[in-house]
């Protein structure tokens, strides 16, 4: 190794020295590097085909595929999708395509952070791959079903990396600390089982968050008189004081939907959990506002009315308070549509409407509904036969208001949740009289 290859390589971060060099040193992701699996079986016999990693970050997207570097017979090379341009891709894929040709020796492409890709960089590689030119590996932290060209995806393996679990989490740290070449074996260290315990929690299956936090942890804290360093619970929170929470595109909207879907459900305890789990992960407030709004009508409806009014109040407080002062009002929203007796009877009424609108044909409006404010209206017979609801007992009168081809429709059908039963009581009373 070269002098100045030696220092940097000692000067880089714990995690990037600690990664492993084997399967056999790989923690986590069991599901698809674990023995007998395909991914590994691969692997371990150079057959790989061009894959995709996707999962949270601190997972061993990286890592991985950095041992199939070192344990496969082919040529590797990585490049990163924010920096990549087609022309450097033209030129890795003319390099490959002559190896390939004069040794037979394969080409991996490893493309770090591959959602970033733009579909012109996207096409340029499609024909090395359908050729095996090179073996593509993309990775990245987003769904590539949603962020990534199609004509890539149907020609790569999807494995998806989960969070690593508290163990795997707490083996690396341990192992770092015990390492005396890339770790902090050569150091008499120290660490308190609550100060372990609190970075693995707060690491949150983020290999790397916890070796970021035991680095800093360490390099900040000095010798005790007998030269060891340790690691207390004060220390540990200091150095990762918040916890990791994966919040790119896909897990934003899935945390939506959770919010969402147990608004509907009424577990007022699962929806407050949403709602402060997005909004320490950086989500607008704003967006949880909107979405109350309208489940407020959509899945409660008539059959409390007061959702609404509760939800477009915290809408209101939240521009007239701000955070943090309004996630009690938002939180008070969210327990009343939560606890509200449900019904989506606007929603169907809605569509029903529209779609009748949408697909009847057009005979205009009957002759008694329209309208007799101009001069003349009269004339043309506007308004004639209009029965005025006040003018009858109780205000209101029995006559046609819908055209005369859905004459008889029903599109709003109350159902007997709370205030709509009273409202369907009354329907049926006007209607009996009819």
């Known amino acids: 190794m070269e002098l100045f290859d030696y220092n940097r390589e000692k000067g880089a971060p714990l995690a990037d020295r600690m990664r492993p060099d084997s399967l056999d040193n790989f923690f986590g992701q069991e599901h698809i590097v674990g023995r ?39 040529e590797f090379v990585r490049v ?15 390099a490959a395509d002559s190896r390939l040709k004069m040794t037979g020796q394969s080409t991996y492409l490893l493309l770090d952070e591959c ?39 149907s020609r790569c393996r ?19 600390v015990a390492d005396e070449t890339r770790g902090f074996g050569y150091m008499d ?22 070796l970021n936090a035991i680095e800093l942890a360490v390099l900040t804290t000095l010798p005790d ?32 939907s959770a919010f969402c879907k147990s608004l509907r459900g009424s577990d007022s305890d699962a929806a407050l959990f949403w709602f402060a789990r997005m909004i320490y992960a950086g989500v ?7 979405r109350m709004i309208a489940h407020a009508s959509e899945d409660v409806g008539l059959a409390n009315p007061g959702a609404l009014q509760q939800a477009v109040a915290a809408a209101q407080a939240l521009e007239f308070n701000g955070m943090p002062e309004a996630r009690l009002n938002i939180a008070q929203a969210i327990i009343f549509i939560c606890e509200s007796p449900k019904s989506n009877s ?27 404010h101009y001069s003349g209206a009269q004339s043309l017979g506007n308004g004639k036969g209009y029965k005025y609801p006040h003018d009858y007992p109780g205000h209101y009168i029995e006559q046609q208001y819908l055209p005369d081809e859905l004459k008889g429709a029903r599109f709003y059908e109350p159902s007997s949740q709370g205030n709509e039963k009273r409202i369907k009581e009354a329907k049926e009373k006007r209607e009996e009289k009819n």
């Open 346 to 372: 606007v929603v169907m009424a809605l569509e029903g409407a529209f779609k009748a609108a949408e697909g009847s044909y057009q005979t205009g409006v009957p002759v008694h509904l329209r309208d007799t």
């Open 158 to 176: 999807i494995f998806q990396f989960r969070p690593l679990g508290r163990d795997d989490v707490r083996k690396i740290v341990e192992r770092a």
């Open 284 to 290: 607008d407030p704003r967006i949880i506002c909107r």
């Open 36 to 74: 007998g699996r395909l991914l590994r079986r691969a692997i371990e016999a150079d057959k790989l085909s061009s894959s995709i990693f996707f999962g949270p970050p601190g997972t061993g997207k990286t890592t991985l595929a950095q041992i199939i570097a070192s344990t496969t017979k082919s």
């Open 80 to 94: 990163n999708a924010v920096t990549a341009g087609v022309r450097e891709v033209r030129e890795i894929i003319s």
């Open 225 to 256: 008189a007998g030269g060891t360093i340790h690691i207390t619970l004060d220390i540990a929170e200091e150095s990762i004081q918040r916890r990791a929470v994966r919040c790119d595109e896909e897990e934003y909207y899935n945390m939506l």
């Open 115 to 153: 959602h970033r890709w733009s579909k012109a960089q996207s096409d340029s590689i499609l024909p090395a791959i359908e050729k095996g030119v090179v073996k593509f590996i993309g990775s990245t932290t987003e769904n590539p079903l949603v962020s990534m060209t199609p004509a890539i995806v």
């Open 189 to 210: 260290i120290s660490v308190d089982e609550d100060a372990m315990l609190h970075i693995v929690d707060t690491a949150n299956g983020d290999a790397r968050a916890a």
